[in-house]
């Protein structure tokens, strides 16, 4: 029992030094990991300027940094801090293009945190254990943009009957550039709405087109949650009700990132042209989100159905056949 007890002495006194020795290093670090990305600078530029995509592509678990902007992003840079354990370190990342993409530069300096020192001291030094967070990073954002934005698919399922529904929405107009960021924040506006007065809903969001695309590069729409029974809000109300009939509509899928929307919206019309049909201008067109953010958030797995309103067919009457009755034919008898 005694050797025990001297073990276990010599053990903690070799732990308090280590943790002695741990601390009176130096936690200053400056790493910098590079790798080139095949997606435009303009794609990484905003998809790392979004901090709402920072869980996204995070090298860390989720609850233990967090990151915000320092300036507007330049055209191929972007300073940022990131707080990692409660330790504040800068970020800096750098866009050049390349012939096959976009080389993207990561450097991270700040202090490192006590469990940070104690990984660096038994690895070596700073750079394996921030440098191979960078390269998760940067590894996260390639597997991201290339793999999960650039899979998708899309489906023209052909005329459908869009049902009667009673709807909320919220109507604005903005840039085309900037529908997907402002559209987003209007969902969860309507969706903290809908739970605030305990709105019974009938399905998930939807968009509701006035104008698609305009001229001069804008799109006005609503956003639309589904309920139950129709709703009426006081005059110059931010939420509104409303109610569209049922309606003919070209149906099209787009399983995927949102950024492939437009490609399904020509696929829609080519097959309105294809079959003759033509678009219907007394209802509007709608898409609608059946799968997407906050339930998940990998974008391959986004599905988005767009109806797009047709005049209804006229079927052209058929020519009846009347059968004439066989009518049994008798020899004459002879005179």
């Known amino acids: 029992m005694r050797i025990l007890k001297y073990i276990f002495l010599l053990l903690l006194l070799f732990f308090i030094a280590f943790v002695v020795f741990v601390a009176t290093q130096p936690g200053d670090y400056k790493i910098m990991q590079s790798k080139e990305i ?47 354990n409660n330790e504040l370190s800068q970020s800096y990342f750098a866009f050049q293009s390349t012939k096959k993409g976009t080389r993207v530069t990561w450097q991270m300096q700040g202090t490192l945190d006590l469990k940070s020192k104690i990984m660096s001291v038994l690895n070596g030094g700073a750079n394996p254990v921030i440098g191979s967070q960078l390269e998760k990073g940067l590894e ?13 698919s899309i489906k023209t399922n052909g005329i459908v009957t869009q049902k009667a529904t009673n709807y909320i929405q919220q109507q604005t107009t903005c840039y085309v550039k900037d529908f997907e960021k402002k559209s987003k924040a209007m969902v969860q506006n309507m969706l903290s709405f809908v739970t605030k007065n305990k709105i019974k ?124 009755p066989t009518r049994e034919v008798v020899d004459t008898p002879e005179q």
């Open 38 to 84: 095949a997606a435009s600078k303009e794609e990484l530029v905003h998809f790392v300027a979004d901090t709402n995509s920072f869980d996204d592509w995070s090298p860390w678990e989720q609850d233990e940094a967090r990151i915000a902007n320092l300036s507007k992003p330049a055209s191929d840079s972007l300073f940022q801090k990131i707080t990692i």
């Open 140 to 152: 996260n954002i390639n597997y991201y943009l290339v793999n999960e934005i650039g899979n998708y």
């Open 201 to 324: 809903t009938t399905g998930v969001p939807f968009v509701r087109y006035t104008t698609k695309k305009s001229p001069d590069q804008k799109t006005a729409f609503a956003i639309c949650i589904p309920i139950s029974e129709r709703i009426y809000t006081m005059e110059g109300s931010q939420i509104s009700g409303g109610r569209f009939e049922a309606f003919e509509a070209v149906k099209t899928t787009l399983t995927g990132d949102y950024s492939h929307n437009d490609k399904a919206w020509r696929a829609a019309r080519g097959f309105i042209n294809k079959n003759k049909l033509t678009e219907a201008t007394d209802e509007k067109a709608i898409e609608v989100y059946k799968v997407s953010l906050p339930k998940e958030r990998k974008p391959s797995k986004w599905v988005t159905e767009i109806y797009i309103p047709v005049q209804k067919q006229r079927k052209e009457p058929q020519p009846e056949v009347v059968e004439s």
